[in-house]
């Protein structure tokens, strides 16, 4: 049995971490940004999508819609892989 909570908050970190790992490496090495973000996708420019004018509250409040969107998906996980696993 899984720990609901516990696999909630574990893809929500992660999920943060990960968008804040690659939001500094956007800033700093934009170049390698590019490179790191389109190799995930085979290749595909993905990393033309990210708009120019990208601010900093756009910044938040992606972080947050990822942090809560990972944790109800974690959740439901959760209680999906118990609900099944009985």
Same mark, same amino acid.
């Given at each position: 049995m899984?720990?609901?909570?516990? /696999?909630?908050? !574990?893809?929500?970190?992660? @999920?943060?971490?990960?968008?804040?790992?690659?939001? =500094? *490496?956007?800033?700093?090495f934009p170049?390698?940004?590019?490179?790191v973000?389109?190799?995930q996708?085979?290749?595909?420019?993905?990393a033309? /999508?990210v708009? !120019?004018?990208?601010?900093? @509250?756009?910044?938040?409040?992606?972080?947050?819609? =990822? *942090?809560?969107?990972?944790?109800?998906?974690?959740?439901?996980?959760?209680w999906l892989y118990n609900?099944?696993?009985?």
């Amino acid at each position: 049995m899984f720990n609901k909570t516990a /696999l909630a908050n !574990s893809l929500a970190w992660v @999920g943060g971490i990960t968008y804040v790992v690659f939001y =500094i *490496i956007m800033l700093l090495f934009p170049r390698f940004f590019v490179f790191v973000f389109n190799a995930q996708f085979l290749g595909a420019d993905v990393a033309g /999508l990210v708009p !120019s004018t990208f601010t900093f @509250g756009d910044f938040i409040w992606t972080l947050i819609a =990822i *942090i809560v969107t990972g944790w109800l998906v974690g959740y439901l996980w959760g209680w999906l892989y118990n609900r099944l696993a009985k």
